[in-house]
């Protein structure tokens, strides 16, 4: 038992790590894309939307669209490993249970399926926009989106309409590529199995 608490708590531990390196990468993100903002804007303004406008905006568009992509890579990897250590932490909470049944009255014990919903973390289709992968992927499709604007208003002679449109349909591509990706890592990493006997460890991250 000592054993077990010992992991437990380790566990624990691990899942606190995960959640602030998410928490790190999505504040340094949105600094970043803010700044850009910023200087996007002082840029239109001393440039009257003149060619150095449209330069400058394309490159870096794009430059926050990478940094978007491999940021919600980053914190969706983290975040499959925060579930990982949940499931791990519940399989010793059945443990606990298992070994001392008289536990039952004194800790939260709710059926199986809803073990890990217990420590916060839900299903569903609509969860991948809860997650900070999604709100990464939200914002990431809005720059995409903006750039592929800016260059399809540069490409139709300054229309305002073109930009708008393929700014939109560029936009809400990147969306659902984005959220489809991880729905379906969220769908694999519940399905298997967190660790078991003659399994190995993930590669550190």
Do not use: K
Not at 69 to 81: D, W
Not at 98 to 125: I, K
């Amino acid at each position: 038992m000592s054993f077990a608490t010992t992991e437990h708590f380790t566990l624990q531990g691990a899942r606190a790590a995960t959640i602030a390196e998410s928490t790190s990468r999505a504040t340094i993100f949105l600094g970043v894309m803010s700044a850009g903002m910023v200087a996007l804007g002082l840029i239109a303004t001393a440039t009257r939307i003149g060619p150095a406008f449209y330069t400058f905006g394309l490159i870096l568009l794009s430059t926050l669209s990478f940094v978007g992509f491999v940021t919600f890579g980053r914190v969706l990897q983290s975040g499959i490993e925060d579930l990982r250590y949940a499931q791990r932490i519940e399989r010793l909470r059945s443990y606990y249970f298992d070994v001392a049944p008289e536990l039952t009255d004194y800790m939260a014990s709710v059926p199986p399926s809803q073990r890990l919903v217990m420590q916060g973390l839900h299903g569903g289709h609509w969860q991948v926009f809860r997650t900070v992968a999604g709100m990464i992927g939200v914002v990431t499709s809005v720059l995409t989106g903006s750039a592929a604007g800016l260059l399809a208003v540069l490409a139709s002679g300054h229309s305002s309409v073109a930009g708008f449109t393929a700014g939109g349909a560029v936009g809400l591509a990147v969306l659902a590529a984005l959220m489809w990706v991880q729905y379906r890592a969220w769908g694999q990493a519940r399905q298997e199995r967190p660790f078991g006997p003659g399994q190995g460890e993930p590669e550190a991250t």
